[in-house]
Every structure is written in C-alpha cells, then in structure tokens.
C-alpha cells in the first residue's frame, strides 16, 4: 500500500488526495496509523468518518429548494419540521485533520436559513456537543447510536410539545453483539477492525404494528420496531427500524389522536422507537428507496405533521435532494389492503 504522512492540511495535499482517489479508487493513503484516505471514507486514529468532498453553495441550496418543494405543495395547516443531524466528524476529530470537513454548525445553519418560513428548526448540535464524551458514533459505521438518537429526540420533543420519555424506567439494553459497520465494509482497515461497535437500543413498552410496503404496494406486518434478523446479517445497524424500507406505518396505542409522516434517511431511525410514545400513527418514507409519492400518502391520511429526518452528508448529494423532489411528482402506487396476519420475512425487509 502507497503511504503518505499526513500531519497538515493544505490545497496541495487535497489536490493531491483527489487525483490519488480518481486514479486508484478504493485503496487508503495511510499515515503511519493516523490517518486513512479511502473513496468514501477516512480512518484517522481508529475512528471512521465519511467525506465531505463536494459541498458547494449550490447543492446545499437544492436541498433546501427540495424541501421547500413541499411546504409549496402542502396545505397551509400542516405542520414543517426540519432537522438535520450532524456526524461524528462535527465532534472530537483532530486539529489536524478538522480541514478535511465542513463546518457543520455552519452548514446547518446556512441551510436552515433558505427553508421557506413554515419550517420549524430542531437545532440538535449543541446537545450532542455537551454529550461528546459519549458513545453516540459507532467507529466503523457512519450513523449514530441510539443515545445519540435519544438526545435528538429530546431536542425534537421541545418543537413537537411532546412530553418527552424517562429513561429512568428503560435503560439501554445491550444487544450482546458487536460488530463491524458500514465504513470497515467499504475500507477493511485494519484499525477499525480492532475496536468492533456494539449495538445498544431502548425497549420501550409500546405495542407497535409495523406495516411495511414494497414498492409494488405489497404489505408485510410484523410486531416492534427492532429486528433481531439483523444481527445475524452484515448491516446490523438495520436493527432499528428494519432499514431503510420504502413505506412504513407504525400504529401504536399512544391514544393522542396525533399522526406523524416522517420522509428521511437512516440517521431517523433510532429518534422513531421514542416518537411511538405519542403518536397513534406514523408513515415513514425513505426517499432513496421509495417509489410511492410522498404527498399521496399525506393527503389521504390527513397527516398535520411532516418531519424530515437527515444526516448532513446528504446536503452534498444531488440524488438525495432529486430523490426528495420525485416523491411530489411520481405517479399514485396502488397500495393493496393489509390482510391479518400477512407477515414481514428477513427477504422481504432487505
């Protein structure tokens, strides 16, 4: 493996980065231990982070030109809510290598500034900041943990006037399986390799539905919202919430006569388990695998409540904001009635 020392960060050496990238894709730059430069993903110190190597004015404005997309679309009574969650490269990385990502405090910022008015901001990242020292980023994988789904749900609550839940009566429960994630898969570095994560969760006493749709409109019913299945698989973090699905209904008995629609990526995944505790219904949809068009779905369930739920990094990805403008524009799927007992199988929730 080509090796480089990387103890500074200068124009030189991202150009440097860059053409190394293009023309040897998927193998590391490492530095001496310290750092790892991957297509995707940096390793610095044993912890992985993913890039942000394309950020520009321009695509954070789609994003936001996206979501402003709906508040144009939606009726003046339904309730906006934006959040978007920092990644663990916000938090603890290096002085040396803090050049290699954006400010995300800003960048946050800077979007929230373009969403049409409607739009009420969860501002989540002074309370991760005050949490840092916890484990609330796996190392090998590119999403957060549930405390740190917890904390922004906390955060969430205050916007949603939700009483928010104790913990005192549910602590965290160890799933007894560690495991490797999302950005070993992609790296197979070796210092990610020697500290494996752990997968922790919530059990909280709601009685959950969950209906999922394929994107042929076929329903698959189970019970709960964590899926042991998973961790037996390699993305163990689709524990929570079975994946990305493309349309999910949880029906829970909250008795609050509140419904919730939820258009995210994974990052949302472990805020929804605390959300069944007070809403008696919620749609869940993930545009980057979803067929069915969002605002369909919204009307005809005479949702009040639209949150989007996603992590920084998809500011820089044009397909996450096209994706988000293609669920207002696809043609209705027909969703074919629930039957009892049709079940959800682990090959149909992959």
């Not at 942000?52 to 309730?79: G, M, R, T």
């Not at 990610?192 to 042929?216: G, K, M, S």
Request: net charge negative.
């Amino acid at each position: 493996m080509q090796k480089i020392r990387v103890t500074w960060c200068n124009w030189s050496i991202l150009l440097f980065v860059l053409v190394y990238l293009i023309f040897c894709p998927g193998r590391a730059l490492a530095a001496d231990g310290q750092m790892e430069i991957y297509t995707d993903y940096y390793v610095i110190n044993g912890q992985g982070y993913a890039h942000y190597l394309s950020f520009s004015d321009k695509k954070e404005a789609a994003y936001a030109a996206a979501l402003n997309n709906f508040a144009a679309q939606l009726p003046e009574d339904i309730q906006l809510y934006s959040l978007l969650a920092p990644t663990s490269a916000a938090y603890g990385v290096a002085p040396d290598y803090t050049c290699y990502f954006p400010n995300q405090q800003k960048l946050i910022a800077r979007v929230q500034t373009q969403l049409d008015e409607r739009f009420q901001h969860i501002n989540i990242y002074d309370t991760l900041a005050a949490h840092s020292d916890e484990y609330l980023y796996f190392r090998t994988d590119h999403h957060w943990t549930a405390r740190a789904g917890y904390l922004a749900y906390l955060e969430l609550a205050k916007k949603l006037g939700l009483s928010p839940v104790d913990l005192q009566n549910y602590p965290l429960q160890d799933s007894g399986v560690d495991y490797l994630g999302s950005i070993y898969a992609a790296t197979e570095s070796d210092s990610l390799a020697v500290n494996p994560d752990r997968i922790y969760y919530y059990q909280l006493p709601a009685e959950v539905t969950y209906t999922y749709w394929n994107n042929n409109g076929q329903p698959f019913i189970s019970k709960g919202l964590y899926k042991d299945w998973w961790l037996t698989q390699g993305n163990k973090y689709a524990f929570f919430m079975g994946g990305d699905l493309p349309y999910i209904k949880l029906q829970t008995q909250a008795g609050t006569g509140r419904r919730l629609a939820i258009i995210k990526d994974s990052y949302a995944n472990t805020i929804i388990p605390f959300l069944t505790a007070h809403y008696d219904e919620i749609y869940v949809i993930d545009p980057r695998n979803s067929n069915f068009n969002a605002l369909e779905i919204i009307e005809d369930n005479a949702l009040k409540e639209v949150l989007f739920v996603n992590y920084t990094r998809v500011v820089c990805l044009p397909e996450f904001s096209q994706a988000l403008l293609d669920l207002t524009t696809r043609r209705p799927t027909v969703i074919q009635p629930v039957v009892a007992q049709t079940s959800i199988s682990p090959s149909t929730s992959k």
